[in-house]
C-alpha cells in the first residue's frame, strides 16, 4: 500500500504560480510511477502529467505543456508539480496518484493509489 497526500493548493490570481506536493508513505515509493490529475466541477477527471520512479521519463498534457513541470525526490518520497501562468480554467481539484512500475499512463483507471485531493482555485 501507498498513503499520498497532496499539498499546496489554495487561491491564487491569473498569472500567477503554485507549487503542489505529494508525500507518500508505506512501500518504497522510489518504485512507483507518479501522476498529477485534475477534475473540476461536473467534469470527468483529467490527466495532468506523470513521471516514472527514476524521473527518466515525464509527459504532460498538452494543454499545461510549458505552463506546468512535474518532478520527484525520491529521497524525500515526494513528488511536485510546478503550475506557473495560471488560468481560471486551472481550478479544479488536484489528485496525485501512483502505480507500480515505470511507465508512465493517462488514464485514471491505470493508477491505484490516490491521495485525498487539494483544491486549486484560479481568479480572473
Known amino acids: 500500500q501507498v498513503q499520498l497526500v497532496e499539498s499546496g493548493g489554495g487561491l491564487v490570481q491569473a498569472g500567477g504560480s503554485l507549487r503542489l506536493s505529494c508525500a507518500a508513505s508505506g512501500r518504497t515509493f522510489s518504485r512507483y510511477t507518479m501522476a498529477w490529475f485534475r477534475q473540476a466541477p461536473g467534469k470527468e477527471r483529467e490527466f495532468v502529467a506523470a513521471?516514472?520512479?527514476?524521473?527518466?521519463?515525464?509527459y504532460t498534457a498538452d494543454s499545461m505543456k510549458g505552463r506546468f513541470t512535474i518532478s520527484r525526490d525520491n529521497a524525500k518520497n515526494t513528488g511536485f508539480l510546478q503550475m506557473n501562468s495560471l488560468k481560471p480554467e486551472d481550478t479544479a481539484v488536484y489528485y496525485c496518484a501512483a502505480r507500480y512500475g515505470d511507465d508512465w499512463y493517462t488514464g485514471r483507471y491505470d493508477y491505484d493509489y490516490w491521495g485525498q485531493g487539494t483544491q486549486v482555485t484560479v481568479s480572473s
Open positions: 513521471i516514472t520512479w527514476s524521473g527518466g521519463s515525464t
